[in-house]
């Protein structure tokens, strides 16, 4: 067996709004990850299990509520392809799934643990799963639920989905103001990696006018905005989700998937160029602590 720890890098795709493409991206962009030969595990924290339904398992999994209340082994419950038991997911993509009862998880975990906090629950999962994959995607409801909360607060990194609408550009604001405030509330490391839009009908100025404004707006706040790739209106998500696949199973030739990979290839730039950027700063901090070391002795 390989022990060899591998770095990785947690993300939750998220918005409050509801249907704006969170689980498809998570479920593709994974798709389209391990298709780069990244090993990539998503795990479904949304009491209506989309992204468990999106991969095309029931609902009676064992999964998110069983590993948050610490009643088994996160590595146990992780769903990965198997013609025996009739499981086809996306190539190197796992899934931890979830079951309606994750909507009890609170209730459950407050019965239990009078005096703790539900949302402190989700770390130790991690923790037992880090340096097994390269990346750990977090599909998150459109709610402020425990499961989502505790999302928040232990990625490292936030993707958005949004559409390209008006409306649900103007929440943006919104949602920056909900990551300032998950930054505030003991995650102060949490990073935007970027905005993802999608379901964008067609290639249209619009879309363009849309992704330069969240760039605008999002670099005033500091923060990295809207990837170049976005993701177009196409019924052959759809399709697939009726089917329980990504598309990357179902027409990997489809335009779709191959906005997805550019999408992909984007997020690891932007996190080849944060990551080298800290190295660089760390390698600039090295003179001063040691003259700190010299000055000591
Ligand atoms: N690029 C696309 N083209 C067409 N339909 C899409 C596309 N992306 C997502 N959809 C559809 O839009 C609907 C909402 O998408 P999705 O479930 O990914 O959103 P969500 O933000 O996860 O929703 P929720 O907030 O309910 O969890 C789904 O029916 C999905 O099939
Ligand atoms: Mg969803």
Redesign the pocket.
């Given at each position: 067996m390989d022990n060899t720890k591998i770095h990785t890098e947690i993300i939750a795709i998220g918005?409050q709004?509801?249907?704006?493409?969170?689980?498809?991206?998570?479920l593709h962009l994974a798709a389209a990850l391990g298709e780069l030969g990244k090993k990539t595990l998503v795990i479904d924290l949304?009491g209506?299990c989309?992204a468990t339904r999106?991969l095309g398992l029931g609902t009676d999994w064992l999964g998110t509520f069983e590993a948050l209340l610490g009643d088994q082994e996160p590595e146990d419950l992780i769903v990965r392809t198997d013609p025996v038991e009739g499981t086809d997911l996306p190539k190197n993509v796992d899934l931890l799934p979830a079951r309606r009862n994750l909507e009890q998880f609170e209730d459950e975990y407050r019965r239990r643990n009078k005096f703790a906090e539900p949302s402190s629950t989700l770390g130790p999962v991690l923790g037992k799963l880090k340096g097994k994959y390269d990346f750990i995607f977090l599909?998150t409801?459109?709610n402020a639920s425990a499961p989502t909360v505790a999302s928040y607060r232990s990625a490292d990194w936030f993707i958005l989905?949004t559409e390209a609408s008006k409306l649900s550009v103007d929440g943006l604001t919104d949602a920056l103001t909900d990551i300032q405030a998950v930054r505030e509330a003991g995650n102060a490391g949490l990073r935007l990696l970027g905005v993802i839009m999608?379901?964008v009908d067609t290639r249209t100025r619009i879309a363009s006018n849309y992704t330069e404004r969240i760039r605008r707006d999002f670099a005033a706040a500091g923060e990295m905005g809207a990837f170049e790739t976005y993701?177009?209106?196409?019924?052959a998500?759809?399709l697939a989700?009726e089917e329980g696949k990504t598309v990357f199973q179902t027409e990997p030739a489809h335009k779709?998937a191959e906005q997805y990979r550019a999408l992909a290839r984007e997020v690891l730039a932007r996190l080849q160029s944060v990551r080298s950027s800290e190295a660089v700063a760390e390698v600039e901090i090295k003179p001063h602590g040691e003259m700190m070391e010299a000055a000591d002795a």
């Open positions: 918005n709004k509801g249907g704006v493409g969170k689980t498809s991206n998570t949304d209506n989309g999106g599909d409801a459109p989905s999608c379901k993701i177009t209106r196409a019924t998500i759809e989700q779709v």
